[in-house]
C-alpha cells in the first residue's frame, strides 16, 4: 500500500489542476492567425475589464480553427478571417450569430527598401519575382486571388504558404520578392514594406466573432466577443492596422 | 510455464495497444470508400503521391549515400571529439521539424550562410523540389548513421583480413566482403529513411514552401487538403497508412521478432 502513495499523489494533484487551474476562469479564443498580435494586446485590458476572466488562445487558419471546432475542441469563442468559413460553424456549437468586428485589406509585401521595383499589382507577373501567396484554402490567399483576377493579372507563385504569415515571413528572410498579405501583418513586420493595391482590385476582409458552446466558459466568451467592438477592443485593434466594421 | 502477469500491467498494457488502435480505426472508419477510386484518379492526389515518392526515395538514397560512410567513420575511427559528432549526428532525431526548417532556410536559403555562395553558381533549395529533398535528408540522415553503425559494429573484423591476406584491395573488400555482410542494416536503414522522409512535414513546410508538384508532399497536401476537402485528406492519409505498413512489412525480421538484432 505504501509503494501506491506517490501515484495517489499525483493524481490528486493532477485533478485539483483539472479543476481549479488557478483563481481565473480561463476563456479559450481561438482565432485567425492574422489577429495574433492585436488579441495578444488584448488578453490584459479584457482580464483587467473582466475580473473573473483570464483569456486563453489558440492561432491558426481561420479553417484550422473550425475544422478543430467540428472536431469537438473545447473553445469559447472563435474568430476567423472571413464570413465564409465562420458560416461554415454548426449552428449547433455557436452561442449566437457572428458578428463583424473589424476589416482588413490587402497589400503587397516587399522586402525592405522595395529593392525589385514592386510598382503595382501587375509586376506581380514579373518572372525575375519570386512570388508567394497564401493557399487557396485559407481566407487570405482565397483574397490574394480574388484580388488578382479582378486586376487581370495571372501569377505563378513559388509557393502557397499555409498561413499568410509565413508569406510575410518568407518576403522578410529575403527568400521570397513578393507575397500578397494582410496589411496588419505586413506593417507588423519589421523588414518588410509594402505596396498599396488599389481599391478598385482590392478584396476586403471582413472578420467575423461568435461566442461557442463547445468550451466550458461559455459566458466568458461572449464577454470577449463583446468586448471586440467595444471602444476599448476597437482602439487596439486599429492600433494593428485593422479598418473598423461597416 | 509462463507466470500471469499482475493485472496492473495488463490494464497499462491494453490501454497503450488501445492508444495505437483507435486513431487508425478512427480513419479507416471515415474513409471515403466508395470515393476511393474516384478521388485517387484527381490530379492533385496523384501529383502529391508521385512528388512524395520522388523526394523520398531521393532523401532515402542520399541518406544512405552520406549516412553509411560517416557511420562506418563513427564505428571503426577513433578521433576526438567522437562523441559530438555523433550526437550531432543524432541531433536532428530530437529536434523538432520545423527548427530544422528553420535552421535550413538560414543555412542554405538565398541570403543564408551556404545558400548566397549557392545563389552565385546557379542552384536554389527554397520553394523547389530539390529544397524538399534537402528537408528529408536532414531529418533521414539519423536513421542512416545509427543502424548502419550498429551493422558495422557487429561485422566480423576477420573477413576483411583474411580477405587483405588473400591479396584483395580496400576497394574490392568493400564490394565483396564489406558490403554484402551490411546488406541487412542497409536495407534496414534504407526502409527507416524512407518512412521517416515520406512523413516529414516541418522542415519541408517551413524550408521548401508548399506548391503542388513541386513541393507539396503527402504529409503537406494532408494537412492543407483537411482545411478545404477532409475526404481527401483522409484517402492521402490512408496512402500514408499503407506505405507506413508496407515499410513495417520490410523491417519484418528486423523489427516485429525480439531476438534478433
Not at chain 1, 456549437?93 to 463583424?100: L, Q, T
Not at chain 1, 501569377?155 to 521570397?176: F, I, R, W, Y
Not at chain 2, 529536434?95 to 526548417?101: D, F, K, M, R, S
Not at chain 2, 513541386?214 to 506505405?243: C, N
Request: charged share 15%.
Amino acid at each position: 500500500m505504501a509503494r501506491l502513495g506517490p501515484v495517489v499523489v499525483a493524481v490528486a494533484l493532477l485533478a485539483s489542476a483539472c479543476s481549479t487551474g488557478g483563481t481565473r476562469r480561463q476563456v479559450t479564443v481561438f482565432a485567425a492567425a492574422s489577429l495574433g498580435d492585436a488579441f495578444k494586446a488584448m488578453a490584459k485590458p479584457f482580464a483587467d475589464a473582466h475580473d473573473n476572466y483570464g483569456v486563453t488562445y489558440n492561432f491558426a487558419g481561420s479553417q484550422q480553427l473550425v475544422a478543430q471546432v467540428q472536431q469537438g475542441a473545447e473553445a469559447d469563442a472563435l474568430a476567423t478571417a472571413d464570413q465564409a468559413t465562420m458560416a461554415s460553424v454548426p449552428a449547433k456549437d455557436r452561442s449566437g450569430a457572428p458578428a463583424v468586428f473589424a476589416r482588413n485589406r490587402l497589400v503587397i509585401a516587399v522586402a525592405r527598401g522595395n529593392p525589385k521595383r514592386v510598382q503595382a499589382v501587375g509586376d506581380l507577373a514579373r518572372p525575375d519575382l519570386k512570388v508567394v501567396l497564401a493557399a487557396p484554402a485559407v481566407p487570405a490567399g482565397k483574397y490574394a486571388n480574388q484580388s488578382l483576377t479582378k486586376a487581370g493579372v495571372k501569377v505563378s507563385p513559388v509557393s502557397l504558404e499555409d498561413n499568410v504569415e509565413a508569406v510575410v515571413t518568407k518576403v522578410g528572410l529575403g527568400e521570397a520578392d513578393a507575397g500578397v498579405a494582410y496589411a496588419t501583418d505586413a506593417t507588423a513586420a519589421r523588414n518588410v514594406d509594402t505596396v498599396q493595391i488599389p481599391d478598385a482590385y482590392n478584396v476586403i476582409a471582413e472578420y467575423p466573432a461568435v461566442g461557442l458552446n463547445t468550451g466550458s466558459q461559455r459566458a466568458g466568451g461572449q464577454q470577449f466577443v463583446d468586448f471586440l467592438r467595444s471602444p476599448s477592443g476597437q482602439a487596439i485593434l486599429r492600433r494593428f492596422g485593422f479598418l473598423p466594421p461597416k | 510455464m509462463t507466470r500471469r502477469p499482475p493485472l496492473a500491467i495488463l490494464v497499462l498494457a491494453g490501454l497503450a495497444l488501445l492508444l495505437l488502435i483507435v486513431p487508425v480505426v478512427g480513419l479507416l472508419e471515415r474513409a471515403p470508400w466508395s470515393q476511393l477510386g474516384h478521388e485517387l484518379s484527381e490530379p492533385e492526389v496523384r501529383k502529391a503521391i508521385g512528388l512524395s515518392l520522388v523526394t523520398s526515395l531521393s532523401a532515402a538514397a542520399l541518406a544512405l549515400l552520406l549516412g553509411a560512410p560517416l557511420a562506418w567513420v563513427l564505428a571503426r575511427v577513433d578521433f576526438r571529439g567522437k562523441t559530438a559528432v555523433r550526437a550531432l549526428a543524432l541531433l536532428p532525431l530530437v529536434l523538432p521539424p520545423v527548427v530544422g526548417g528553420v535552421a535550413l532556410l538560414f543555412a542554405l536559403g538565398r541570403n543564408g550562410l551556404v545558400g548566397s555562395w549557392l545563389a552565385h553558381l546557379g542552384i536554389t533549395l527554397p520553394f523547389t523540389t530539390g529544397g524538399a529533398i534537402v528537408a528529408e535528408l536532414f531529418v533521414a540522415l539519423p536513421f542512416a548513421v545509427i543502424t548502419v553503425e550498429a551493422g558495422v559494429r557487429a561485422l566480423d573484423g576477420r573477413l576483411e583480413e583474411a580477405a587483405a591476406t588473400l591479396g584483395a584491395g580496400q576497394w574490392l573488400t568493400l564490394r565483396r566482403v564489406v558490403l554484402p555482410a551490411l546488406a541487412p542494416s542497409l536495407a534496414a536503414a534504407a526502409a527507416l529513411c524512407w518512412a521517416r522522409a515520406l512523413g516529414e512535414f516541418g522542415a519541408t513546410i517551413t524550408f521548401a514552401g508548399n506548391l503542388p508538384g513541386r513541393t507539396q508532399t503527402l504529409p503537406l497536401a494532408v494537412y492543407l487538403e483537411l482545411q478545404q476537402r477532409p475526404g481527401v485528406a483522409i484517402l492521402l492519409s490512408l496512402v500514408l497508412l499503407a506505405l507506413s505498413i508496407a515499410v513495417l512489412f520490410l523491417l519484418r525480421g528486423r523489427w516485429l521478432s525480439p531476438r534478433r538484432a
